[in-house]
């Protein structure tokens, strides 16, 4: 069997780079052995703002311009939902950030999304003394829903092999990689933290971080836009919230903890005070890179290898842009940013 290129992983950055060379018309064949499930675990928001200081994320517009269309065509592609608008309310802790809100909403990159008023609290389950500022335009991607349906998808045209990537199994012809018998131009590894196992890449500076997650039942809190505070708390509809989410550096498992679910537990009772049930927890580990940049581009001498990663804690803005701009660069020389190539960490 010969395919244009075989992906090592099939969380966000693996469909996002599948989507690219559909359109491309180039055949692939996709390993997952579910060894990783940050993407099955995510959150799902996609916000332009940084909440803790009220500043734009970094190229914030160019990935929202390439990524709500990559979701709407994936919904149209499945006849499903998986874009869900979802307002942000950020609890004001004092004056000053009441202050700082108005400051930020006279930002040009942040003006078509940050309201430039108090939102007075009148939700008594809610704690808000100093209120709470209101974000539009962001919302929230079913990631989950859309792994499962992508997963289906290439499993029916037989371009998924459920099994775990042997790097040892990799061989180097002249002019392509045999893998097992499997002929490819090129190998893109969308493993996230997987990759600490790739022997080719792992020398990048990879800092993961673990989040837990719970879901919550809570029917008399009756709110419909994400609650923003130590934590956040997403609506999920039928009175099931998401909340979130724990940040550890030194757990490498993708196992929830009681201490996890301890720490969030605690922390939403200093936001809500209304009675909730937890329904479900989940973790996952967030390929998160040091300097908060993706990790994109194509291994300094076996050409054949590249790697889409590093999508940190904004997997659903960011991986859509990123995988264009990597398939333009191994197909077209396109040259990649400083900031996003892992030339970067080599120069
Ligand atoms: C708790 C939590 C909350 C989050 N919330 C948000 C959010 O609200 N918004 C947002 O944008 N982002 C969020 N993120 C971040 C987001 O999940 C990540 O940026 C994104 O999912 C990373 O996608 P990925 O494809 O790079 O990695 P992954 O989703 O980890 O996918 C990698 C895949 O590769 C597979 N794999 C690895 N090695 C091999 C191998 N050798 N052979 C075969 N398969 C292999 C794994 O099984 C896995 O499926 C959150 C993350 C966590 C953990």
Redesign the pocket.
Known sequence: MQVDYII?????????FAEELKKHNKTFV??????????????????PVVLKRFTPVWNAKEQLDVALPFYKDLEKKFDKKYNYKVDIHRIFKSIEEQNNWFVACDKILLQDYMIPEIIKNKNKYIFAPFDSGKLIHTG??D?NKL?IDYRQCLKTNKNL?E?????NKIEFEQNFINYNGLKSDKIV???????K??PFFNQLPMRE?????ITIYAPDLKVDYLIKSAI?I?PLGNDLYKV???FNWTDKT?TPTTAGKDELDFKLSTVINCNYTIVDH???????IKDRRPLVGVHREKKHLAI????????????PLMAKKLFQHIENNTPLEKEISIDRFYD
Do not use: H, W
């Not at 090592?8 to 996002?16: E, F, R, T």
């Not at 099994?163 to 790097?167: C, G």
């Open positions: 090592v992983g099939l969380g966000l950055a693996g469909i996002a996709v390993f997952e052995d579910n060894s990783q499930n940050s993407s099955l675990v995510a959150g799902g928001m996609y916000n929230r991607i990631v792994s092999k099994e775990k990537f042997d790097y590894f969308c493993e996230g933290y997987g990759l196992a790739n971080a673990k989040g837990e997650l956040f997403l979130g989410a724990t993708k989940t973790a996952g580990i967030r390929p998160t889409l990663n590093g999508l940190g804690t904004r997997g659903v803005m960011i991986a």
